[in-house]
């Protein structure tokens, strides 16, 4: 499979930078904390990173809504900081992708500002606008009122973010440009520009926002957002042979066979295979059997095989934490399970020690029911649990006040802890090439109503049992790995095997 090298054996942690380690006091994480915090991260065992959006930004979604691509948001820090980020994590042998947004900017993006002149500039097609002030952009939300131009904007998600015109797959409109008009091409290459700005500093590739819905109207088999992501990702690859992409899109036969990205998620959707494992009243990890995991997985390895890479997530800043699904005792099976299959893993800050997911928190900069996920990294007991040395009113978000709240400081001095099975996990899948994202995968037991699992990666076999009894295996021999208990074929209670 022609992708690069080091995808192999990667294995992604996903940042929030404003919630990870506050480098300077003032209450919120920063670009040079996350270097001083480097070495745990090489210590877990992940070797790349994914940092969610470090721009100039007005924050109204999290820095999903960005101002300006090309600059570090001043909270977190400045280009520098962010370029002697990339170098010290190269060094440990870490690589860094960033977020990219190319669907739409903030309302405040300077580009915007200009589109919504009434005079006709060099930005007027930038964004998707109709003809008239009150004529709306149908089956699209959509803006009228703020601006001199005389038209209406649609919208991608929240009102401040305007909709990128990357053009319209069916014109029907005298207002829609078509997807190979000059002005789309001029977006297009704009983002491209981005893109090779960043990968010029040292950064390794970018995780793609939204990335299926670039084109608008009848796209609706992608083929014409398929065609723009081949073309612009080929052009950068030339460059830049050992980046990488992953892509928020969470279908592979267009994200990896047609659009051409590395990696594909697999997003929580509701009936979907990560969604019947993880997340569902019935999911496998709970205990219940694994065919409907299975069935939707085997689906996608199928299509995915010799193009690009699943990457199963632990979760993400969009969606509750794992833990508030999962007992510690099914997280430990879970996490073996989800960093023993093929294609590329991503774990999301926090889960390695089960941080909870505070439900109650009010909203904050847009993240609504997903503030909860996005709470401050818990790296020891004492004063805002490590995260900062700022006064507890001054944080970002609050930490997690429970007296039990897990921390990475006394999670490391037991040996049974999450945190150490987590590491003991990844060293495990480093250590062998079957475990890795290319390595054969076959599935040897997986029946109604029994929760065993068994499959093969390579020359090794793999048992999981997420349920609370013991289950009788074929299996013989002495288990190279083991979570829980085994002993002569039985798999006890949450427990998990490698043999
Ligand atoms: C993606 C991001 C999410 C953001 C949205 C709009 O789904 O993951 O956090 O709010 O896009 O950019
Ligand atoms: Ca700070």
């Not at 909870?356 to 649990?385: C, D, F, H, I, V």
Request: net charge negative; with cysteine.
């Amino acid at each position: 499979m022609n992708r690069p090298d080091w995808l192999k054996d990667a294995v992604f942690y996903e940042i929030y930078p404003s919630s990870f380690y506050d480098g300077n006091g003032d209450g919120i994480g920063d670009l040079n904390g996350i270097r001083q915090k480097l070495p745990y991260v090489k210590e877990l065992g992940c070797n790349a990173l994914w940092l969610n959006p470090c721009f100039d930004s007005p924050f109204k979604d999290g820095g999903y809504d960005v101002r300006d691509y090309k600059k570090v948001a001043p909270r977190y820090g400045t280009n520098e900081d962010l370029y002697a980020l990339f170098r010290e994590a190269h060094e440990l042998g870490i690589r860094v992708l960033l977020d990219l947004v190319p669907g739409h900017t903030s309302e405040e993006h300077p580009w915007f500002l200009e589109s919504g002149k009434a005079e006709r500039n060099a930005y007027s097609d930038r964004y998707v606008w109709t003809d008239f002030w009150i004529k709306g952009t149908p089956g699209h939300p959509y803006i009228g009122g703020e601006t001199p131009r005389n038209g209406t904007y649609m919208l991608n998600f929240f009102k401040c973010q305007p909709a990128l015109n990357y053009g319209w797959a069916k014109v029907t409109e005298p207002w829609q440009t078509p997807a190979d008009a000059p002005a789309a091409r001029a977006t297009r290459d704009a983002m491209a520009d981005v893109m090779r700005f960043w990968l010029e500093k040292g950064c390794d590739g970018f995780r793609v926002d939204m990335a299926n819905s670039l084109i608008k109207g009848d796209d609706d088999d992608k083929s014409y957002t398929c065609a723009l992501w081949k073309g612009l990702l080929g052009e950068l690859r030339a460059e830049f042979p050992e980046s990488a992409y992953v892509a928020e899109w969470g279908w592979p036969r267009q994200a990896l066979c047609s659009a051409d990205f590395d990696m594909d998620f697999y997003l929580d959707h509701p009936g979907n295979g990560y969604n019947r494992l993880v997340r569902s009243a019935d999911a496998y990890l709970k205990g219940n059997d694994p065919l409907p995991f299975v069935r939707d997985y085997l689906d996608r390895y199928g299509i995915s095989r010799d193009k690009g890479y699943i990457s199963f997530i632990t979760g993400n800043h969009d969606t509750p934490r794992i833990s508030w699904y999962l007992t510690e005792e099914q997280l430990k099976v879970g996490y073996a399970l989800l960093f023993t299959l093929p294609g590329v893993p991503f774990l999301y800050y926090g889960d390695e020690i089960g941080m909870r997911y505070l439900s109650t928190l009010p909203t904050k900069e847009g993240g609504y029911t997903r503030t909860g996920s996005r709470t401050p990294m818990q790296w020891a007991p004492g004063k805002n649990l490590g995260f900062s040395s700022g006064e507890p009113d001054s944080l970002y978000l609050p930490v997690d006040r429970a007296p039990d709240a897990p921390t990475a400081e006394e999670q490391a001095r037991d040996p049974n802890s999450l945190l150490n099975t987590v590491k003991a996990i990844l060293r495990l899948r480093h250590r062998f090439p079957d475990l890795q994202a290319d390595g054969s995968f076959e599935i040897l037991h997986a029946r109604k109503d029994d929760p065993l699992l068994v499959y093969k990666r390579g020359t090794l076999t793999l048992a999981l049992n997420p349920s609370d009894k013991a289950v009788k295996t074929e299996l013989t021999g002495t288990p190279l790995f083991q979570i829980g208990t085994y002993d002569k074929g039985i798999l006890g209670p949450f427990s998990f095997i490698v043999s």
